[in-house]
Structures are given as C-alpha cells and as structure tokens.
C-alpha cells in the first residue's frame, strides 16, 4: 500500500498498488486483487451466471459476415453460455452541460476540464437507486465507474453501499474538449473526498488498481478508444465473477458500446437494462 500525501490540512489520498483497498487516515480496507485486463492470447473463463443465451433458428442476416470499426471480425455468442446482466448509466448533469448558459465556452474553456457535476446532476444522481426496484437494486453485486470526475461522483452518491471499481477505458469518447480530459486520480480523490471518506470500510472502492501506467496522458484515436471500450466489457465477461453489473459512463461510450448504439440518446442518470454476451455483444433489453 503506497500513500500520497495532500496539505496538512487535507486527509491522506490513496493510491492503491498491491491490494484492491481504499484508505482513509484512520482505517484501512483489504479486499482480493483483481485479474489484470485481458490480452487477447487469454482464453475464455468458465461460464458464469444462470441465464442462457436463447436462440432462434438462423436468418439471412444473423449470417452476415460482421466486423468492428478496426475491420476485425465479430464472432457470434456461444447459445450454450450464460449471459450477464449489466445496467448502463449516464452521469448526472454535468458543469459543461451547462456551460454555455454560465457564459463559458465549453469547447476551451479550462475550468471545465474533468468537470463535475452542477447541482442538479447531484440529486439526478441520489435519486437512480429509486430508478430502479428493490430486487434490482440488490442484485448489483460490483459498480464500474469512468475515472472521470462527473461518472465517479455519480457512482458514489448512487451507490455508497456497492462495492466500486474504476475501469479507466470507460473515459469519455471525445478527448479534445476541457470536460473530456482527464486528471490525475490524486486530483479526482481531492475533488470527492467527502464522498468517499465516509464509505463503510466493507465496500470496496478501488480506484487505482486498474490504472495505466501513463495516466493521464492518452492521445490515442477514437477508433482505438471505441474498441477499448469494447474490450473493456469483454473482460467484464470473462474475468470479473460478477453476473449483474452497474456501469456508470458517458453518452458517447454507450452509444458506441450498445449493439445499434447509434440511435441512442442516453439521459442523465437513468438507468438502461443490457444484455452482455459471451462475445461482449451488448444488447438493450426489450
């Protein structure tokens, strides 16, 4: 366990290295070290969950040859593997949503890099568990969160009793805007501390673990940031043992996610019911 330390004034900030925990000055939380994210010469896990993929007889276009946006080919989901459950959620309202009607320029403005989320994106936030029934609620067994200011405020004011894990290929589509770029995790903890601080020490909240060595720094093209993205629910398939997931992200990351995406117009804060399947195909529920 390795600690950054802030002014006096502030508590200690965690970075977590060697075990998926989250201290404050005074307590200190262990939990089981996540598997690394996948490469692409790892091989599928058993099959998790307790429901199956049905399946009709073939048409003409389920036998369409499909590829990605990098021309890869897109295999099909095994019927005989289970499928998971996964609720997509947008963060609430966020500082550059509203930028324009403050008088900032959104688009160059620096105060709004990493933004937040206003006032209104808060209680948009408190109020998703009520979104969703009792029985769903208590279903979610892991919350994934972007590392981006607005999502992960968003996870921890709807989720205080989840356990939490940033997944940082889930940032915002769209990097060249101040509200997209991202910050270190150092700065991110100092802006929700009072969020976090107060979490009861058996909820995880791991915000390091996963981190890439040369955060934040990432320039790469939307083409690779979108099959990142997909890879990222790959995993989510294959190593995580969770079966029903909460995944709080960004308007374009569910757009490009969802299978026929395109047409989707993800609000703030409410929750979207998915299939994910054993190929990461990402489906909306009927």
Known sequence: MVKQRTAKSQKQIPIIVDSVSVESSANTTTSQHPPSLPSSSLPPTPPLGTSVYQTSSPTRSSRRIRRREDGTLISSPDPKKPTKTIYLIRHGQSCGQVAKKNGMNRNEDSRLRDCGLTPKGEQEAALIPFLLSSSALDSVELVISSPLTRALTTALIAFPKKNILVLFDLRELGSKIPENTPRSMEHV????????????????FDVTTLQPTDWPRDYSPTVIMKE???????????QRPETIMAVVCHYNVIRSVVMDGKNLHPSNAIPIRCTLFSNGDLILDS
Not at 189 to 204: A, M, N, P, S
Not at 228 to 238: A, E, G, N, V
């Open 228 to 238: 990142r993205i997909r890879k990222s629910f790959q995993w989510l398939y294959d």
């Open 189 to 204: 903890l100092r802006d929700v501390q009072h969020l976090w601080t107060c979490r009861e020490e058996r909820y995880l």
